[in-house]
């Protein structure tokens, strides 16, 4: 931005001053919004949604554990530990729902938002410990040990199974029926409580199958490999299925940018405002399942006085949380940097973690 020293250093001062503005108007609607947190409709969607799954798997788990100490089976057991694993996960996502709509205060300016993707975290490392490992164990052990189990246990336990396939299948479908009502494909599994349910339940239908297949192949050939080999297949999905899940929650716990639709749509708003002369740099960042922090980097066209650049700011960044509504907070930082320098920024160049 061009103009003596001293008329930079009063845009800039009035720039501030609009940005803290409009922060307190955000501590204030927040105040306002009473200490108890909201919940949405499809919060509450998929609150149900969990607790079905979650009422589902402590059932399945009983009876998955039972059946396999009576017929001594590793896969059943290791089924059993799925099915354990899944309900603390549960647990974890009921959590991250209610948690996640805390209003900001003063120790997170910000909200608690990414706590939605923190128990996220912990739930995809409860599947690698308590699901996938103890599959891997039960496995070997199988192998190990090279016992012979019961008929009548195995029959037993494959009537758990079958139990356990139509209750995993029912919360399953709940599952998927939620994420076609809030648009389907990558826009329903956008909320980290829901993917991880679907996730869940997809694995342990496969993985019921896959055990039911190895008690089968077991009992009519008398080879426990088979059993084995579905046990140690059922802890490589498992440890799959954490890894994709955990590194989703990782990325965003860190800062991952907002959608690409977003940040264009927040530039194109930015450039077609005929005070800023260019935009040197946009940032976003996610704050949670549906707040963004938005800030941009800009140079306004030369001769405006320190009214007026407050003026501009404050209609900007109106401008931005109507046209993107999960913009909670906006910043603006007026700037007069050279062209070289804004050119080398992540946000400029597209480099990962630039918006």
Same mark, same amino acid.
């Given at each position: 931005?061009?103009?003596? $020293?001293?008329?930079r ?11 803290s ?8 609607k927040a105040?306002?919004s009473?200490?108890?947190?909201t ?6 969607r ?6 079905v799954a979650?009422?589902a798997n402590l059932?399945?788990?009983? /009876?998955?554990?039972a059946?396999?100490l009576?017929?001594?089976?590793p /896969?059943?057991l290791?089924?059993?530990?799925h099915? *354990?694993?899944? @309900?603390l ?9 209610r948690r996640?709509?805390r ?11 990414k706590?939605?993707? &923190?128990? @996220? ?6 599947? &690698?410990?308590m699901?996938?490992c103890?599959s891997?164990?039960q496995? *070997?052990e199988?192998l190990?040990?090279?016992?012979d189990?019961?008929?009548s ?7 758990v199974?079958? *139990?356990?396939?139509l209750?995993? #299948?029912?919360?399953?479908l709940?599952a998927l ?5 809030? #648009?389907?494909?990558v ?6 409580a829901?993917r ?6 997809g694995?342990?239908?496969?993985g019921?199958?896959?055990a ?7 009992? *009519? ?5 088979w059993?084995? @080999? /579905?046990?140690?297949a ?7 299925v954490a890894?994709r ?9 860190? #800062?991952e940018?907002?959608?690409p639709?977003?940040g ?6 930015l450039?077609?405002?005929p ?7 946009l940032?976003?960042m996610?704050?949670?399942l ?14 405006l006085?320190?009214e007026r650049?407050e003026?501009i700011?404050?209609?900007?960044k109106?401008?931005?949380a109507?046209?993107?509504?999960e913009?909670d907070q906006? &910043?603006?930082?007026?700037?007069d ?5 804004a050119?080398?920024? $992540?946000?400029a ?6 918006a």
């Amino acid at each position: 931005m061009t103009g003596t $020293p001293s008329e930079r250093h009063t845009t800039r001062t009035a720039e501030r001053n609009a940005g803290s503005n409009n922060e307190r108007a955000a501590e204030e609607k927040a105040r306002g919004s009473g200490d108890r947190p909201t919940e949405s409709n499809a919060d509450r969607r998929t609150r149900v949604t969990v607790l079905v799954a979650l009422a589902a798997n402590l059932v399945i788990a009983v /009876a998955k554990a039972a059946g396999g100490l009576f017929a001594g089976s590793p /896969a059943l057991l290791s089924e059993a530990a799925h099915s *354990v694993a899944d @309900s603390l996960n549960e647990v974890f996502l009921l959590a991250a729902l209610r948690r996640s709509r805390r209003p900001a205060d003063a120790r997170h300016p910000f909200g608690y938002g990414k706590e939605r993707f &923190f128990w @996220s975290l912990l739930a995809a490392v409860g599947i &690698f410990v308590m699901g996938g490992c103890f599959s891997f164990f039960q496995g *070997v052990e199988a192998l190990r040990s090279d016992v012979d189990e019961k008929l009548s246990g195995y029959v037993a336990g494959l009537i758990v199974l079958g *139990v356990a396939f139509l209750a995993e #299948g029912a919360s399953l479908l709940r599952a998927l029926h939620q994420v076609r009502k809030q #648009g389907g494909g990558v826009a329903g599994l956008r909320d980290p409580a829901l993917r991880t349910v679907v996730a869940e339940d997809g694995t342990a239908v496969l993985g019921v199958t896959l055990a039911a297949i190895g008690m089968v192949l077991h009992m *009519v050939t008398g080879q426990v490999v088979w059993e084995a @080999s /579905a046990s140690l297949a059922i802890g490589a999905l498992l440890v799959y299925v954490a890894y994709r899940l955990g590194r989703e929650a990782r990325d965003q716990l860190i #800062g991952e940018a907002a959608d690409p639709e977003t940040g264009a749509r927040i530039r194109a708003l930015l450039d077609a405002q005929p005070e800023i002369d260019s935009v040197e740099a946009l940032f976003t960042m996610k704050m949670g399942l549906d707040a963004a922090l938005v800030a941009a980097r800009v140079d306004l066209m030369p001769g405006l006085d320190s009214e007026r650049v407050e003026e501009i700011a404050v209609r900007i960044k109106r401008s931005i949380a109507a046209t993107v509504p999960e913009a909670d907070q906006i &910043f603006l930082d007026v700037t007069d940097r050279g062209a070289r320098e804004a050119a080398e920024s $992540p946000a400029a160049t597209g480099e990962r973690g630039g918006a």
